[in-house]
């Protein structure tokens, strides 16, 4: 049957997480910490154990409340019985009641089957390759970034009709997730600009998953950037022009989001 978790579920929450994800005990330990207080989780209990789950975290889509469904997962051996059905069925249900949208991000391999509930493509991005061609340029300065200034910077530029928005909380724990994953985020001063970088380095790569830069300062500044973290290649995934151009990031149940949309800080 489904059940409301509550902390003291969250010893086999841990439990349920690691298998089905694969994630250490201690990043495991940190969402728990910082995010469980906040989310609204509905887990499926087999006699009095909790064996699957799913996170909800409020948000807001174009200025709607939302809730982002996150690490939705049932353990192996109760799979195939119908349980992630009925979690993501009180999932769906809870935010009807509440007039929200309901957003989740699936793995790769299992859209179809988030599509056969009712669930439409949503968050249309792009991503651009570049090579550094040329010299750095001078007088760009890096520097970590606050998750005040972070959000500050980051709803002035993306927001709109189809971007994702969040609290403070959250941004405060994505900035620290993304840390300690490896990952950066970081503020560039550039001619009296500030601009978002939050990204990660894989060898002579530098992946970027957000930025304010707008895409043709973001061309002049390659040579600086691969300079800068020492790498050969920039990806940087930024919102597509339109529907037709751009790739889906997400999915809405019984929304349809008619513009590309951004998510960006979706901890996936």
């Known amino acids: 049957m489904i059940a409301q978790g509550t902390?003291?579920?969250?010893?086999?929450?841990?439990?349920i997480w690691e298998t089905c994800f694969g994630d250490s005990p201690e990043y495991i330990r940190f969402f728990m910490e910082?995010?469980?207080s906040s989310c609204r989780c509905f887990v499926w209990l087999e006699g009095e154990e909790p064996v699957g789950a799913a996170y909800l975290l409020p948000c807001t889509l174009g200025g709607r409340p939302a809730y982002y469904g996150y690490a939705v997962g049932v353990c192996p051996e109760f799979q195939r019985r119908g349980i992630?059905?009925?979690i993501l069925r009180s999932a769906e249900d809870y935010c009807r009641q509440e007039g929200a949208v309901f957003f989740v991000l699936p793995r790769p391999g299992v859209e179809k089957y988030y599509m056969e509930r009712g669930f439409f493509p949503a968050f249309f991005h792009?991503?651009?390759r570049f090579i550094p061609v040329g010299a750095p340029v001078s007088g760009v300065e890096f520097s970590q970034v606050g998750?005040?200034?972070y959000l500050f910077l980051r709803d002035s530029f993306f927001r709109g009709p189809g971007s994702v928005t969040w609290d403070m909380e959250a941004v405060a724990y994505a900035l620290e997730e993304q840390r300690i994953c490896g990952g950066f985020a970081h503020v560039l001063y550039w001619q009296g600009n500030r601009y978002?970088?939050?990204g990660s380095k894989q060898k002579e790569t530098l992946s970027i998953r957000e930025t304010t830069l707008p895409l043709k300062e973001l061309e002049s500044l390659v040579p600086t950037l691969c300079a800068h973290y020492g790498v050969s290649t920039l990806v940087v995934e930024c919102p597509a022009d339109?529907?037709?151009e751009g790739v889906p990031r997400g999915c809405c149940w019984?929304?349809?989001l008619d513009v590309p949309g951004w998510l960006g800080l979706d901890l996936a």
């Open 84 to 86: 992630c059905a009925e």
């Open 196 to 198: 978002l970088l939050f």
């Open 254 to 256: 019984d929304f349809v």
């Open 34 to 36: 910082r995010r469980f």
């Open 242 to 244: 339109s529907l037709e």
């Open 7 to 15: 902390p003291q579920m969250i010893p086999a929450l841990s439990r």
């Open 147 to 149: 998750a005040e200034e």
């Open 126 to 128: 792009q991503f651009h």
